[in-house]
């Protein structure tokens, strides 16, 4: 006899207690919510027992994320869990020059993103940010450059918007689609028609706080950013 064992994206059934197996946590399906706190803790929200509010879209398949500030119901959530730079920490959220969003909107300074990056586990001292972040590197005491004197290390944020650009059915992005870039253009721009003047830039900002180098950025696969 044939069973299926497997429930929600990557959750498999466990007959003896009802509950699926999530890897890092289990889910109770009765309850439609996890019943062990989420280990990556606020990182994904206030509530440390809740489920993607958007399964189809946003999916979790070990049940750990890196720190994605995006709201789940924002499509960028998906493109920004795509990145994956080694020795680097990123980091994605809406952001302006001076603050950046939670994943429930509320404002944060350089000093609370700083409490959750250094309580993070796969974050080492001296480790570079990139902060995957609108206009998060624009201007003098830039957002950027407030949490790199916070953790005394070098952060890179852009000096304009982050886009990003791609294609899906249902609502469903079609990853092999998705390039982002900062640039000022939104993303209704046709990409054929972007030149290098509509780019902006990578900047980095020492433990000090000022900028130590920037790098123009290029449309590209997020999966690809190096």
């Known amino acids: 006899q044939l069973q299926q064992l497997i429930r929600l994206p990557g959750q498999q059934y466990d007959e003896e207690s009802g509950l699926y197996y999530n890897r ?6 009765l309850q439609g919510r996890y019943i062990t706190q989420d280990p990556i803790g606020l990182k994904g929200g206030w509530n440390f027992y809740q489920y993607p509010l958007n399964p189809v879209i946003n999916v979790d398949p070990q049940g750990l994320v890196d720190i994605n500030l995006y709201p789940e119901s924002d499509l960028i959530h998906s493109v920004a869990d795509e990145i994956n730079i080694p020795g680097v920490f990123t980091i994605g959220g809406h952001g302006t ?5 939670s994943a429930t909107r509320s404002i944060m300074t350089a000093k609370d993103l700083a409490y959750l990056i250094k309580f993070d586990g796969n974050y080492k001292d001296g480790m570079t940010v990139w902060l995957f972040s609108c206009n998060t590197g624009k201007g003098q005491n830039s957002f950027a450059s407030q949490l790199a004197k916070e953790l005394h290390t070098n952060v890179i944020g ?6 990003w650009w791609g294609r899906g059915t249902n609502g469903k992005l079609k990853m092999d689609t998705v390039l982002t870039a ?6 209704n721009k046709d990409l054929m028609a972007i030149t290098t003047k509509d780019l902006g830039n990578w900047i980095t900002y020492g433990p000090s706080g000022h900028p130590i180098s920037n790098m123009q950025g290029t449309p590209e696969k997020p999966s690809d950013i190096r």
């Open 182 to 187: 900062p640039t000022n253009l939104n993303s």
């Open 24 to 29: 890092h946590r289990y889910y109770d399906p």
């Open 158 to 163: 852009p000096d304009t918007l982050w886009t």
């Open 97 to 101: 020059p001076t603050s950046i969003e």
